[in-house]
């Protein structure tokens, strides 16, 4: 604002004279600083292309959209890139085109990642990275990152042929600022320019950290490629692929491999053609590597706009304020990801796919409605994060069995315990918040008995509404079982020792799968101490039994969920026997893994476990929605295994229980849900759903599931 | 980078033309928007002070100190601040001062949170808003914001003299950018401009809103106060005290009261005295009340910079976008504040206080150590937040006595149980994550029990590290207990419906308190069933005892925990007996609040409880650390009460106990805190000391506290 009362026009020959005086300043920096890409041997990384020193670049267009490639294999990385997914969201203005090169592993993590995250104005697009290693494997490579580094040199090849411009980002950085002034750097490359890198923060390239130390070739320190700006058109016309392939072919002569991956390439190129390359000011790529001389460059700034952890010891590398990047890195970690759910509303986007129809079936809910909570939460789009630590699938084997189950952090204890009693494949769904699942995976890492298990499948849903979504967790962790025979479990249960054998065995004896469809039902029993000596047989359990250590489950508080399973008959039993279906009955059962799913209208506590194995029970022979059911379904017959039992652990009331039992409202809620529960059945069953009928209508078990 | 191989100079002509191309476009932004100031009737809202149409303002000095002063009184405007705090020292660059204006209960909460927050470079001082009331009380005023609102007015008499410059800031406000920006904007006032405020995004002040509305007088849409930069020295050279008052008497001769306190004044000051205000760009103040014109501005601004939450609905405001607007404001909500302890490294500054002393205590620490862990738990400073929901303090009463608990966010259940048991008053410190705050916030306000109990004082002490720091949370439960007694519960037990009251009278009768000392022990008893009707009397209580329906406290594990009650001898007492301390004695008692502190060593599992009775036994005289010991305490004697219980609910075991009963090293670092533990006490006790050796050798109880 000028002051009032004084002529305008002396503030206008003043701003002037100081957009003058700043034009002087900016070209002075750029004198400077084209000196020192010309070798002026007083500038050291920090001494020159600070963010501040340089001209604004203009900003990109508004809601031009950006595009970003990533190269991602595996478990540990897929966690890492959604961190810089995360960070990158944070800050962005701009639709996004992200560019993910991908192996098996990730590729089914992300796609599942993305396709539930369902943030607006971004599109992922998937490369096969199994196509790409050709293309690189004949380079001798001794650098961490493996192949998989090698393959941002084949990106101009790969990306489509139209696309002109891209970013392209190694895994291990953050940003700390919007993207679309990385993008705007574009506008400062020369008409030649291809390539556009910070250089490293590193003495390495400089040959002399140790005796005999030779790397490969560079323009003095040399440039880091955990940040590119690629202009693939100009790549792609400058023979881009034949350029670097010789470069490589002819420095692998004389040295043995590369060190740094595609980086020892990129740089042995530049050297040899200098005018691709377009310097990036040192705060789009502080790189905190063992021996960084970063601080030369953030001392000075007053903006970091890009951090890569590129040591392979990550966030444990030693520096002195890796304290404050750490904390800036765990931002991003532990952020609740719904939260860059949001809309780009200045930019108007195709919406993701699902959010449009999901926003009118929000849209539709009544606010007032009593049972809102529940419309609501049912709707709701969880983020899943499937596999979310190594996992190995378990070889194919024909009677296979995966023990399936679901829970919150409240339960993680439990995780060792089933490990011991459960030595085969699982597949648990958590529910956590982004935060919690680092918690979680630390607790994996602090346990030896975790740690050594490859085949438990960890599939993190992440947190969103104020009911435990049981059902749909169950369905994650159902969809996600490798092996054709499931064990529906609950987190609160331990397996008899025996059990995953003696399932496999009898699975075999039984002759289950083509022929005989069945429900395989494994009594289940509950102690009501907090320590007590497993029993290691029938036997044994039987004695328990007898001496009041043990119960039948629920025995005190809601005997009908399991009496059909006949435990006076189970007592003597030799060999698996056959029940019936009645009210309430909701047993631990193993079926096929192509089972009905779960109804994911039951939410909270309550009926979600019953109404399954309703489904079970009602002989569904058509694919419906929204009951899911599996085309090929056969009648399940309910078969009680002598020999197999699972004993529930005490613990305190879920919330969701609490909830249930102090409010009306929860239970009129519950009573609606299963009302409609039973209209689908018979829309679905016709009269044969009737049977099912006076179950609904009677009072509502204390179990949580 | 200048394209290399071309001549500079043409870059440099280039660059000179872009520069006064730029100028030219500055200077006519800054022409248009200053005949908006003069009244120009075709500009509204949005239509001018966009923070992209103006001249960049330098940024101020690197590392200069900014001044932020914020007016707060009660429990929901603390957590609103800590909010709108978070946000600011996310984006911040600078080291801040922070000049709260507070009541009483905001101070307590603001001085503790700030105290043991321990952010780098941020100083805060205190003013006491009642000393302040008799300067506004006297204005009439109808806004929600009460008197307080009003305050902002008094600030430049209220602060020190010496103090220029300050941004003031409602709590409601989030930022969205880094401040310094903000404060630059002080480079754009004249000489003789004192005042900056962005124009209202209502039209509120046009006065046409309905029949008869009379607004105060301001200059078109007026402006908004919720964002403010006051050049403190040239209001007090212009009279400021003199002028508002004589403004606010004059309107208020026509005018029944202030519609949106502070605001009317300021801007009907404004509008006598024009010359006064600089306009600053809409963006710093993005005003989401409910019949807002905010997306003029927000829709063509590039950037957002502060958020104003100025309906009284808050995030339940309607509007289009809120949903964008409040996941921003739910970042900062749910955000680690433990993160934002990162140092400001580029500007050296004083730490905060004991934060040095906590440095190098934790650098002695050696990481190979296999109890680091227990070591770095018993350092860290938690943060905190007392009294995080509005509480009413007891009123004093001679015997009444506070119950005392402390819990995690898998207990949260119990607090309704407990709340119909303990008609009294609690302190419960609760360890939670800020997201997990806030979960617990909106559980509390959807339970009607709860939402009913002012004089339960929740505590929340925010999570860090692994270890469960049981002792630490007891502690600040206790040490904000108001009334003369404390009862030291847990949370999974439930007291005897008449416990408050039995308590309070036999405190009463035994003539507790300057004649006697004694810690009461209220026996206790466990269920192991899910849901069992509580006991109404001790006849019913031994009833279910002889059923097997109840047991003693831990009677199958851990009897000698509670051996010493006597159980036997409690069936049959008709008054209160004494009973002797004895080895692994974890009775829970009711003590004078100025009882010993528990020993903070103890973190995690194990003897937390057991150590704090040996010390209440050690009948220590004199105060001495570590051991916090009160300098009046006297020889408590053992008094168990003949018809007081409490009964513990069954629940799964803790993380910290699973990980006591698989872990070695666990079990061994408790055994050398135990160790350590004795050795002070002999150090205190001298060889009185002797008698609770051999209950420091035995082996672990395997009760949680």
């Given amino acids: 604002m000028l002051p009032r009362g004084r002529p305008r026009a002396l503030g206008a020959a003043a701003l002037l004279l100081l957009l003058l005086l700043l034009g002087f300043l900016l070209f002075d920096g750029r004198l400077r600083r084209a000196a020192a890409l010309d070798g002026d041997p007083g500038a050291g990384p920090g001494d020159h292309n600070r963010s501040d020193c340089g001209p604004q670049p203009p900003p990109p267009p508004k809601c031009e959209l950006l595009h970003v490639a990533i190269v991602c294999a595996g478990h540990n990385s897929s966690r890492d890139v959604i961190t810089l997914v995360k960070s990158m969201l944070f800050y962005r203005k701009n639709p996004l085109h992200l560019h993910l090169v991908t192996d098996a592993v990730a590729r089914n993590i992300l796609e599942t990642l993305f396709h539930t995250w369902m943030v607006p104005a971004v599109r992922v697009s998937f490369y096969h990275a199994d196509q790409l290693k050709p293309q690189v494997s004949w380079i001798p490579n001794k650098h961490y990152s493996g192949l998989y580094g090698l393959m941002k040199l084949v990106l101009p090849s790969a990306l489509p042929a139209e696309l002109a411009r891209v970013i392209v980002l190694d895994t291990d950085v953050t940003f700390a600022s919007d993207i679309s002034e990385l993008w705007a750097l574009f506008a400062h490359f020369s008409d030649t320019q291809a390539i556009g890198l910070v250089e490293n923060q590193s003495d390495w390239y400089l040959g002399n950290l140790w005796k005999n130390h030779r790397p490969w070739p560079a323009l003095g320190r040399g440039f880091n490629t955990g940040v590119i700006l690629l202009r693939l058109d100009r790549l792609r016309q400058a023979g881009w692929e034949q350029m670097w392939r010789l470069t490589a072919r002819r420095e692998l002569l004389s040295l043995p491999a590369t060190s740094l991956a595609d980086q020892d390439i990129f740089n042995a190129v530049i050297k040899e053609h200098p005018g691709l390359v377009q310097r990036l000011p040192c705060v789009w790529n502080v790189q905190l590597s063992d021996h960084t001389l970063a601080e030369r460059c953030y001392s000075e700034a007053s903006d970091l706009k890009v951090i890569h952890w590129n040591s392979p010891k990550k966030l444990r590398v030693k520096n002195k304020h890796v304290e404050f990047f750490r904390n800036f890195y765990l931002t991003f970690l532990e952020y609740d990801g719904n939260l860059l759910r949001r809309e780009l509303f200045v930019c108007p986007s195709q919406p993701p796919p699902g959010a449009e129809q999901l926003q009118q079936a929000l849209a539709q809910l009544d606010e007032e409605d009593p049972c809102f909570e529940f419309r609501q939460q049912q709707l709701t789009v969880h983020r899943v994060h499937v596999t979310f630590l190594p996992h190995e699938p378990p070889p194919p084997r024909p009677h296979d069995v995966t023990l399936v189950a679901q829970l919150s952090m409240d339960r993680l204890q439990m995780l060792e315990a089933l490990c011991r009693h459960w030595p085969g494949p699982m597949s648990l769904a958590l529910y956590l918040t982004d935060a919690e699942a680092q918690q979680f995976l630390h607790f994996v890492e602090a346990s030896p008995v975790l740690a050594a298990r490859q085949d438990v499948a960890y599939h993190v849903v992440y947190r969103e509404g104020p009911l435990y979504p049981v059902n749909q967790l169950r369905n994650v962790a159902l969809a996600q079982a490798l092996t054709p025979y499931v064990f529906l479990s609950d987190i609160d249960f331990l397996p008899a020792y025996s059990l995953y054998d003696y399932l496999r065995a009898s699975i075999e004896q039984l002759g289950l799968g083509s022929r005989r469809k069945a429900a395989l039902v494994v009594p289940a029993f509950e102690t009501l101490r907090y320590r007590f000596s497993f029993p290691h047989s029938k036997v044994e359990l039987l004695a328990l039994l007898d001496a009041g250590t043990l119960y039948t489950f629920r025995y005190h508080e809601w005997p009908r969920g399991h009496a059909p399973t006949d435990y006076a008959r189970w007592r003597e039993a030799q060999a698996p026997y056959r029940v019936q279906w009645a009210a ?40 419906r929605q929204p009951l899911l059911l599996c085309p090929t379904l056969q009648e399940y017959e309910l078969l009680v295994l002598p020999e197999a039992f699972t004993i529930h652990l005490p613990h305190a009331p879920s919330l969701d229980i609490s909830r249930f039992r102090s409010s009306p409202t929860y239970r009129d809620c519950l009573q609606a849900l299963k009302d409609e529960f039973h209209q689908d059945l018979s829309r679905h069953h016709g009269a044969a759903a009737l049977k099912y009928l006076p179950a609904l209508q009677q009072p509502q078990s204390p179990a949580r599931g």
């Fill in 584 to 623: 309430n009955y909701e047993p631990y059962v193993v079926v096929p893994r192509d089972c009905p799913r779960y109804d994911p209208r039951f939410v909270g506590f309550g009926w979600n476990k019953v109404a399954h194995i309703v489904e079970l029970d009602a002989q569904a022979r058509q694919a």
